[in-house]
């Protein structure tokens, strides 16, 4: 069991945690400035200090919380000779020192920066106006407040946050342009009640999408970027922790996964397969015959499978309380129950069973000798796919529902399928 903060301990002493997340009373103050620290001696001074200027010059009560990540050279005790509060996180990573810190902190608000000395502390006001105003999560936009020369790799710059932050508002519709801003504030009870999850870089990720998936209200303030105070390399790295958050965004939409791309191949496939298995067609002086519709079968194969995988991953995110229940989502299961899915995947397999027949049959009219093989190709191509359509249908039926009885053991507890007592 995680044990609890202790609340009255002096903001200058260092509290241990055992493992996982404390639980805190009731915020005590307005603003907490929270910092995630793994070694950052050189920088983590000045980064207090800036934060300490401002809660002054701003007369707010609040604190500056170090959320420290098995730090081995000697950040705990700059910290705490800074002023600062520390928790010690054992769990490694960016996001599990995120959210140790955020469960840990005493502030309404909280505004949080890496401890480098790459954002500047001192000009949180921006911040602090739009929480006040009532916004649940404010974003930083370095691209907006200028970045100073060599204080963004040229990848991160041009390629990765771009692309990135774009992938966030296609996917999910968010008004951010940069997605994976270092500093942001936000309402310490509404991002509590979003049961992040993540431990690693792509938390920062996890944090915009499940604040606009569930509707909280986001906005952006210019912010600056300047050149980090560190002599060694920052934790981050390019391609793993590109790769993460690309990782993640996929994870969170199975509509772009999985169901768009799937669709896209179902479409393809059947109308190709169709002009295709009266005979070869010619467009623009090129011929389409019986290799085209292999092809225009294995797209048939692969879309269905990834339209499945988009209707079991969407329950099963729901399930977990990853993503918000959908309306939609909810009538297409109803429209498709296990018994329609077995049923309706049953016919088209043994439509396939009697496609292959027929093939045997035609060439058994000849003796088994030579017949007119795209023709025969044609046939069977189909026909096996409609036996593996067929059979992708039967599984997912049964996988669905199976995965739906938790759902009806839920009701039972409380009094039955029906819903009666």
């Known amino acids: 069991m995680v044990e609890l903060m202790d609340m009255a301990e002096p903001a200058s002493k260092s ?5 996982g997340i404390p639980s805190v009373t009731m915020p005590e103050l307005e603003l907490t400035i929270l910092m995630p620290c793994l070694n950052e001696a050189e920088t983590l001074a000045v980064c207090i200090a800036k934060a300490q200027t401002f809660l002054g010059r701003a007369q707010i009560a609040g604190e500056v919380l170090i959320a420290d990540n098995g730090s081995t050279d000697n950040s705990q005790h700059i910290a705490e000779a800074g002023g600062a509060r520390v928790i010690d996180v054992p769990m490694r990573g960016y996001g599990a020192a995120l959210r140790a810190g955020i469960a840990a902190a005493r502030g309404r608000y909280i505004v949080m920066g890496d401890a480098d000395d790459s954002y500047n502390f001192e000009r949180l006001d921006a911040f602090l106006k739009r929480l006040r105003a009532g916004d649940d999560l404010v974003m930083g936009n370095r691209f907006r407040g200028g970045i100073e020369a060599g204080a963004m790799p040229f990848l991160h710059r041009y390629l990765g946050n771009p692309v990135l932050s774009w992938l966030g508002r296609l996917f999910f519709r968010t008004p951010l342009r940069d997605f994976h801003c270092g500093i942001r504030g936000f309402s310490r009870g ?3 009640k979003l049961d992040l999850r993540t431990t690693g870089m792509e938390f920062a990720s996890e944090m915009v999408v499940r604040a606009t ?3 909280l209200k986001i906005s952006e303030v210019p912010t600056t970027l300047s050149k980090d105070g560190r ?4 934790h981050l790295r ?4 590109g790769w993460r958050h690309l990782r993640f965004l996929l994870l969170y939409s199975p509509r772009w996964l999985f169901f768009y791309p799937g669709a896209s191949l179902v479409a393809a496939g059947t109308v190709l397969s169709g002009l295709l298995f009266w005979g070869p067609i010619r467009i623009a002086g090129i011929s389409f015959e019986i290799r085209t519709m292999l092809v225009a079968c294995t797209c048939l194969i692969v879309g269905i499978q990834g339209v499945c995988f988009a209707t079991i991953a969407r329950g099963f995110a729901e399930d977990l309380n990853l993503l918000p229940p959908s309306p939609r ?4 299961i109803e429209a498709f129950t296990l018994e329609r899915l077995v049923f309706g995947g049953a016919a088209i397999f043994l439509a396939g069973i009697a496609g292959l027949v027929t093939a045997v049959v035609r060439w058994g009219e000849v003796h088994f000798g030579s017949l007119d093989v795209s023709g025969l190709l044609g046939m069977v191509a189909l026909s096996t796919t409609a036996i593996t359509v067929g059979a992708q249908l039967i599984f997912t039926g049964f996988l669905a529902g199976l995965m739906s009885i938790k759902h009806s053991s839920a009701n039972v507890a409380l009094g039955g399928f029906d819903g009666t007592q």
């Open 238 to 241: 390019t391609w793993r922790d």
């Open 15 to 19: 509290v241990r945690q055992v493992a």
């Open 190 to 192: 509404a991002i509590a």
């Open 329 to 332: 989502y909810g009538r297409i």
């Open 213 to 215: 998936l569930v509707g």
């Open 231 to 234: 002599s060694r390399p920052p």
